[in-house]
């Protein structure tokens, strides 16, 4: 049997396209996406470790300009004539070796010598090639920064940023020692250069790219938030501006240990936009990779597989409502013992159809008969439980007329919601056959009441009294009258006795 596959066995196709077309995106998905996040990464940790290197190097040009201006220093502190001129200042010594020409020379803007009681000696600063004297409040700035005055051997040297007159000043500062670098230590000299742009510019052609140095007091608004978040145990912070631009930040602390400025570096995003370059490549070319890939194995998964299992299909519709017919067995593989595995089970089931009828119609039959007798069964038990039921009910709830007008309903064991309107029907029924006067209930076996049975029984006293006769109550232990007591029930409707031969010789002088 050779016929050509129908309309409706194609659905195999598309189940093969589609799984074979998820399978190769979920491929493409699984190598794509780590991919991404490692390039991506990869290319992101690059471009941080430049910014971080760009930082670096701003800082190691701000230092060499502290340390050029600290080596001009030491000439002036460690000098024989500077050691003397603290004791006895003379004007030669100024004129010979701090004049104005000396600021230009070595490019800084200020000059200060103190003695060792920090009083000022002598003082000059130059700001645009304007000379003048250091303004009166210059000396109390300074006293107010031990690390310009105060050192702890003839060694040391103190250099750092500090705000003075709302400028930032690089500043380097040294005890004043003999020419052998001998002490005592007689006072400090002190040296400051103006962070201008002149500085920026000096600093630019050292790191070889722009940067621009911002004041902490006075950020631009748009680094606000950002320099908020800097601090002495983070003082560095990278940030990308947006895919095109990467943003580097330094916190730069003065000598008194507060934030004084920020280096800010802005570079284009040229590393991180190579990486989205080169995984947009890969992308493309695993897209076309796979896409060829899938085409070639469903090319040979429809000759070698598809077209047969529908060719097969299609013989098995055949044959399904004529068992004696059997499936083409072609070739010897995997879909060929298909076949013939078919053709063995049709054998089966041909020879097993007679017998399936003939066991169908007797297990009807048997199913018929164990049905009605089970529907007899249960309207017996129905039968059986209602009688049952009736007698439990009236041995739960005995009415004993002891006279022709006193009835007596001993109650033991539990009382639930059944048992209880089941008492009250069955009272207050023989209360008003008999024209009882008065009734009594006796829960001498009651062992325990709760609130329930108590509401109960005040019902039950007023549906009596409703009637015209009265309720008594008997059998109350010295527990069960705490419990009544207990729930809050208003008992003084009731008339109880603790013994039912008491209650019954009060309703009979009654």
Known sequence: MTSAPSTGTTSLRRQTKIVLGASLVLLVVVLIFPLRMLLLQSFAE????????????????????????????????????????????????????????VFATYTFNIMAFLNQQQALVYGRMADADTFS?????????????????????????????????????????RPIIDSQGQ?????????????????LNDLAAVTLFPFSL???????????????????????QIIPIDEHALRGLQQINDLQGNPALIINIIRPRTIYNQGHHALQFVVILTFVVTAIGGLVLYFLLN????????????????????????VAVVGNDEVAGLATSINQTLNVLEQAQLATAAAEAERNQLQANTLAAQTEQLALQEQLIKAQEF???????????????????PLVGAIDQARANHILGTLLQGVEQQHARIAIIDITGVAQIDGFTAEMLLKAAKAVRLLGAQLVLTGLSPEIAQSLVGFGQQLNQL????????????????
Do not use: C
């Open 391 to 409: 007698v439990i009910a009236e041995q739960a709830t005995p009415l004993i007329p002891f006279r022709d007008d006193m009835l007596v309903m």
């Open 133 to 173: 004297d250091l303004p009166e409040n210059f000396l109390p700035f300074v006293q107010q920064i031990p690390q310009l005055t105060t050192f702890s051997d003839s060694s040391q040297r103190n250099l750092g940023i500090v705000r003075f007159q709302e400028r930032i000043v690089l500043v380097a500062a």
């Open 214 to 236: 911002e004041d902490v007091l006075n950020p631009p608004s748009d680094l606000t938030s950002s320099i908020q978040q800097l601090s002495d145990v983070n003082p560095r």
């Open 495 to 510: 008339t109880t006795f603790s013994t039912l031969q008491a209650g019954i010789a009060w309703s009979i002088r009654r």
């Open 303 to 326: 000759r070698v597989v598809i077209n047969r299992v529908l060719r097969l299909s299609n013989e098995i519709k055949h044959v399904a409502n004529n068992l004696h017919e059997r």
């Open 46 to 101: 690059l471009e941080t470790t430049s910014m971080q290197t760009d930082l670096d190097r701003v800082l190691n040009a701000l230092q060499f300009e502290q340390n050029r201006l600290d080596t001009a220093l030491v000439s002036w502190s460690t000098w024989d004539d500077t050691y003397a001129f603290i004791e006895a200042p003379d004007a030669d010594y100024i004129s010979n070796n701090a004049g104005d020409d």
């Open 183 to 199: 002490g005592p230590i007689r006072g400090t000299v002190i040296f400051g250069r103006y962070l201008d742009q002149q500085v």
